[in-house]
């Protein structure tokens, strides 16, 4: 089994920047956040283990998924980096930063906190449990399907990004299922970190219209993370990025900077 994350750089400036998706995402997610940096930053956008072309392991905690990211810093060279972590990937960011606070020059979660989150995804597991994408004929097809179990289009396009084309015909997961859905119901939970956790350049990105990241997060963060700073980005949900690009790439660069 290939142990290094499937990755893509951007760029080649000097300061790195690496970039780590939610849960149900991939690298190309960030493609666009990733290609803006790139004239200042060198970025790496990467596959967690279980999804897009990363390998797939039963494996999946996020000290583990925090060591990928290790893994995958001495596999290119990079002693010190950036790092942007959204949803699952800000988790794991945040893990990061407790254990290897020597590999980074700043820490940026986006739209995530400690505490345990309802158990949401579930019906996005059921679709891929029960529809026979096999049989498909074309995304759109496969779009249909989904409708039922993700009302939302935006949602529908994000997890398409999921199938790929067969070569006998239909469509078929790119990502481990099974250990995904066993890592999201154990990982729904609050992440415990120590007190605190992090000490070093932290920004919390979030969007006006999201409930992932509320007051009382905010309170707690302070505590695990004591140089965290708030940036509300406005008209955008839970994919901020996706949502205001051009707010989230400014406020981004100049976090990086200050």
Same mark, same amino acid.
């Given at each position: 089994?290939?142990?290094?994350? =499937? ?60 060591? =990928? ?82 009302? =939302? ?106």
């Amino acid at each position: 089994m290939n142990s290094v994350l =499937d990755y893509r750089i951007y760029g080649n400036a000097p300061e790195v920047v690496y970039i780590l998706h939610g849960i149900f995402g991939m690298k190309d997610n960030w493609h666009q956040i990733a290609n803006a940096l790139a004239p200042d930053y060198t970025v790496v956008t990467a596959d967690a283990r279980n999804h897009g072309r990363s390998f797939h392991s039963h494996e999946m905690t996020y000290k583990i998924m925090a060591e =990928d990211v290790a893994g995958l810093m001495e596999h290119l060279g990079h002693t010190q980096i950036h790092l942007v972590g959204h949803s699952m990937g800000g988790k794991t960011a945040m893990k990061f930063a407790t254990l290897f606070p020597e590999l980074l020059l700043s820490l940026t979660v986006v739209d995530i906190a400690l505490r345990a989150y309802p158990p949401g995804h579930l019906p996005y597991f059921k679709a891929f449990e029960e529809i026979d994408f096999l049989s498909m004929q074309s995304r759109s097809e496969a779009e249909q399907a989904l409708l039922p179990y993700a009302p =939302d289009l935006q949602v529908r396009q994000f997890l398409l990004k999921n199938l790929e084309a067969l070569p006998g015909g239909g469509y078929g997961p790119k990502f481990n299922l099974p250990a995904i859905k066993e890592f999201y119901l154990e990982s729904i939970g609050k992440l415990n970190l120590p007190t605190p956790a992090y000490t070093r350049k932290t920004a919390i990105i979030y969007g006006e219209n999201s409930s992932y990241v509320n007051e009382q997060d905010r309170l707690e963060f302070k505590e695990h993370f004591p140089q965290a700073f708030f940036i509300e980005i406005p008209a955008a949900g839970h994919w901020v990025h996706a949502d205001n690009p051009t707010a989230f790439l400014t406020e981004l660069k100049q976090f990086f900077i200050q």
